[in-house]
């Protein structure tokens, strides 16, 4: 069992950085299964970053160019970096990890971390 533990949320102002890290323990693990979500209050959670499982990166058009993210395999964290934070970027995100299925799709990932309070002032 793979558990997952996300750190790094946080108070920041519109046009500032966040760094979110997702750090993996447990059976092995691959960080290509790392996906990141967000939800909004009142809404379901949507995709926001992911692998694929050769390697390449995939990213909501809402956040492509300003989110990155970045996978240390000795650590087995994966990181979500934020930049030009806007005010609707402030939502719980959330790292997940999946076996199989679509990156973007919620119902691939079947291991969860705690949610981080991500909020920008605008």
């Known amino acids: 069992q793979v558990q997952l533990v996300v750190s790094g949320g946080g108070l920041v102002q519109s046009g500032g950085s966040l760094r979110l890290s997702c750090a993996a323990s447990?059976?092995?693990?691959?960080?290509?299964?790392v996906g990141w979500f967000r939800q909004f209050p009142g809404k379901e959670r949507e995709f926001v970053a992911a692998?694929?499982?050769?390697?390449?990166?995939h990213y909501a058009d809402s956040v492509k160019g300003r989110f990155t993210l970045a996978r240390d395999n000795i650590k087995s964290t994966v990181d979500l970096q934020m930049n030009s934070l806007k005010a609707e970027d402030t939502a719980v995100y959330y790292c997940?990890?999946?076996?199989?299925?679509?990156?973007?799709?919620?119902?691939?990932?079947?291991?969860w971390g705690q949610g981080t309070q991500v909020t920008v002032s605008s």
């Open positions: 692998f694929d499982w050769i390697g390449g990166t």
């Open positions: 997940a990890s999946r076996r199989v299925g679509s990156y973007s799709f919620v119902g691939s990932y079947s291991t």
């Open positions: 447990g059976r092995t693990f691959s960080t290509y299964s």
